[in-house]
């Protein structure tokens, strides 16, 4: 790959696993949210987490998550970052950073110019950020809707003072040309490379890697 790193998030089975390992993915996200079709519980998570290959990073992506799910959580996986994709504040991020000694990537939603405000605010209290498209009002998902936002927003603001990595209606046809419009370095997919939601396709898994370099 060409320095894009690649983040295949919501992965449901070890085969899944091992597909995103062996197409070159940097990141494997593992979803704790019970309404989302890509829900893992704690033991399913822990045998997965076993399986990734060294030098791939696992993710656990949670929402609004208390201090008891996420001792439970970080105690039961083997995990490098914590992924927050709620309405969690800077206050909160700084703490749950803190307190679990793991670096904390949190989520911002964008649909708008005023949204890339709270980039630079939560540049402050978060390792990395996730810029990935805001959620239709009442959504009951807060990510993984396949939706886009408008590229444009990102043109010639390639450098904030976090690494940061570009999600949202990402796909083998449409990623090389997010890449080129944001400058983005690294990606996230998830509905993106699923035959049916939660199931993930290792042939679209394969592409998506592929196109994103």
């Not at 630079?120 to 009002?137: C, N, T």
């Not at 990623?175 to 998830?190: H, I, K, L, P, Y």
């Amino acid at each position: 790959m060409s320095g894009i790193s690649v983040k295949i998030c919501g992965l449901t089975a070890p085969e899944h696993v091992r597909a995103a390992a062996e197409a070159g993915a940097r990141y494997v996200g593992f979803v704790f949210f019970p309404k989302s079709p890509r829900h893992l519980e704690i033991e399913a998570a822990a045998a997965m987490a076993h399986l990734v290959s060294v030098g791939v990073a696992k993710v656990a992506l949670t929402v609004n998550a208390s201090d008891a799910e996420l001792d439970r959580l970080v105690a039961d996986v083997p995990l490098d970052m914590l992924q927050l994709h709620g309405k969690e504040s800077p206050d909160r991020v700084a703490d749950i950073r803190q307190r679990y000694g793991l670096p904390v990537m949190k989520a911002i939603g964008v649909a708008e110019p005023e949204d890339l405000m709270a980039i630079d605010l939560y540049s402050e209290v978060a390792d990395q950020l996730l810029i990935d498209a805001k959620p239709p009002r009442n959504a009951e998902l807060p990510g993984g809707n396949g939706l886009a936002f408008d590229w444009r927003l990102l043109a010639g603001r390639k450098y904030w003072r976090r690494p940061w990595m570009l999600a949202g209606g990402l796909t083998p046809d449409n990623v090389a040309e997010a890449v080129r419009m944001t400058g983005a370095q690294q990606v996230d997919v998830s509905s993106g490379v699923e035959s049916a939601p939660g199931v993930k396709d290792a042939g679209l898994i394969r592409a998506f890697v592929d196109a994103a370099s």
